[in-house]
């Protein structure tokens, strides 16, 4: 009888241990190969004779900002500017730096001294709640770019965005001559790849003449996205002839050290700058659009010239085919002070995207306006704008 009862129930057994009895919080890992990039969900660690829930080395909890309807104008409580914009050559592009930081440049800002300053950085709080306005910068915000062999003042340099790759930053970057005449205030003569000087803590400009790496016809830096494969970037020029306020968009591929492949007509990879054999994938409003991450694929954000709406594209892979996808917001314009007013250069704050969100982008923008002369309103009006959209 003893040798049945103990068959059944093992008297040696301790009891169960007691572990974390409450749910798990959620933790936010930040993108590890791109300060810039979208962040992740990591699991709670357990610490079972605390019985408590940590997050992992390196990550932080999940917080989320309440929602607000007030204007987002990024920067607007630093008191170090007076004013970012309004819309010159770029939105606020994205630069990510060799010490881990995520930089926004400004095209245009007005510093607290009253100085228009060019290409001004910023950085907001990376720990900072999602749906958080960035309100004032980490680092005082400062003109960025230096360009080699020269300081010609009417040369302006226009910066598209930066990526990592090979463990450096790439910078690709435009280069063009103020002209009052020109449509946009200047004319554009090239452009290339720039690079991230962490000693003078500036982007470089490597030359601001004739040759460049790709010619006007190809024109790339509209939008850029890393491969995934770890040896190249997706680099999108929009310079063929599209559709009305739109041109056509190719896809180059670049490695790490800024040799160009075209995507050609056919589908295949080669090594050519000659636009008339690239494949027109999509289309976008001049300069400035981006290519992120989204669920089941990736997205295409982009403003027609001129226009008031952030559109969208789909695709699963960065080759296509792409179709049209969704209006994603409508931009918030001075219409009734300026019926002139218009927004322009979107670009993806994948650092700011909520990842319990799939789906969700934080999106700036820059305000401006095709009246001739100063147009009516208040500086306030053409500040930059960022927004969140599903």
């Not at 008191?79 to 990510?96: A, D, F, I």
């Not at 020029?237 to 075209?262: F, K, P």
Request: charged fraction near 15%; include cysteine; charge should be negative.
């Amino acid at each position: 009888m003893l040798a049945g009862c103990g068959a059944r129930t093992d008297l040696t057994d301790a009891p169960p241990a007691i572990t974390c009895d409450t749910a798990p919080p959620t933790c936010i890992q930040p993108n590890a190969d791109d300060p810039c990039g979208e962040s992740s969900v990591v699991d709670a660690v357990c610490d079972e004779s605390a019985h408590t829930w940590s997050c992992p080395s390196g990550s932080r909890l999940y917080a989320r900002a309440p929602e607000s309807s007030t204007v987002c104008r990024p920067f607007q409580g630093d008191t170090s500017v007076m004013n970012v914009g309004p819309w010159g050559l770029s939105g606020m592009t994205r630069v990510p730096t060799d010490d881990g930081r995520c930089l926004w440049v400004a095209d245009s800002a007005t510093l607290k001294d009253g100085t228009q300053a060019r290409n001004v950085a910023f950085q907001p709080d990376p720990t900072a709640p999602f749906g958080t306005c960035p309100v004032n910068s980490l680092t005082p915000p400062t003109p960025i770019v230096t360009i080699e062999g020269t300081n010609d003042p009417t040369v302006l340099v226009q910066i598209d965005g930066g990526y990592r790759l090979g463990g450096a930053t790439h910078v690709l970057y435009r280069i063009f001559h103020a002209d009052p005449s020109a449509t946009f205030g200047a004319v554009e003569i090239g452009g290339g790849v720039g690079r991230w000087d962490e000693a003078m803590q500036q982007i470089v400009i490597p030359s601001a003449t004739p040759p460049f790496p790709w010619g006007l016809d190809l024109d790339l830096g509209d939008a850029q996205l890393a491969a995934g494969d770890g040896t190249h970037a997706y680099v999108w020029g929009c310079a063929q002839q599209g559709m009305y306020l739109e041109q056509g968009c190719e896809l180059a591929r670049l490695d790490a050290s800024d040799n160009v492949e075209l995507l050609s007509t056919q589908g295949t990879w080669i090594a050519t700058t000659d636009a008339s054999q690239g494949a027109v994938l999509f289309g976008a409003g001049t300069w400035t659009s981006s290519v992120a991450p989204a669920p089941n694929g990736l997205r295409h954000v982009y403003i027609i010239d001129f226009g008031s709406q952030l559109q969208s594209d789909v695709a699963t892979v960065a080759t296509g085919p792409w179709t049209p996808g969704p209006n994603l917001a409508t931009c918030d314009l001075p219409l009734a002070d300026d019926p002139q007013a218009f927004c322009a250069g979107p670009t993806v704050h994948g650092e700011l995207s909520d990842p319990t969100r799939p789906g969700e982008m934080a999106i700036s923008y820059g305000v401006g306006s095709s009246t001739l002369g100063t147009p009516p309103g208040t500086s306030n009006d053409y500040w930059a704008r960022l927004v969140w959209t599903q």
